[in-house]
Nanobody
Framework: QVQLVESGGGLVQAGGSLRLSCAASGSINGLNVMGWFRQAPGKQRELVAF???????HYVGSVKGRFTISRDNVKKTVYLQMNSLKPEDTAVYYC??????????????WGKGTLVTVSS
């Protein structure tokens, strides 16, 4: 079993920055893909970014150039540096992981989420 624990959410003004962390523990050998997803009120969960064990990353268009995903395989942690935050970035951010990327609902393991609120 794998446990994912997110941290780093909070309240920030538009234009500000936050860094999210997701620490993995347990049987992590098969966690090739680690990613960040978000769900805003009344909306479906969507991909923000994911990164493979080899360091290949992919971002959703709305965050390109503002967010950066990184991964420390030794610390078993994935990070999301979020800059130039906008009110529309407000959501619960979830860490998801698995052997492959299977979409916003298809990852093998999920954290409980951390709330990011961006005020205008």
């Amino acid at each position: 079993q794998v446990q994912l624990v997110e941290s780093g959410g909070g309240l920030v003004q538009a234009g500000g920055s936050l860094r999210l962390s997701c620490a993995a523990s347990g049987s992590i050998n098969g966690l090739n893909v680690m990613g960040w997803f978000r769900q805003a009120p009344g909306k479906q969960r969507e991909l923000v970014a994911f990164i493979t064990r080899a360091g290949i990353s992919h971002y959703v268009g709305s965050v390109k150039g503002r967010f950066t995903i990184s991964r420390d395989n030794v610390k078993k942690t994935v990070y999301l540096q979020m800059n130039s935050l906008k009110p529309e970035d407000t959501a619960v951010y979830y860490c998801g992981s698995g052997s492959l990327y299977r979409g916003p609902s298809g990852m093998d393991y999920w954290g409980k989420g951390t709330l990011v609120t961006v005020s205008s």
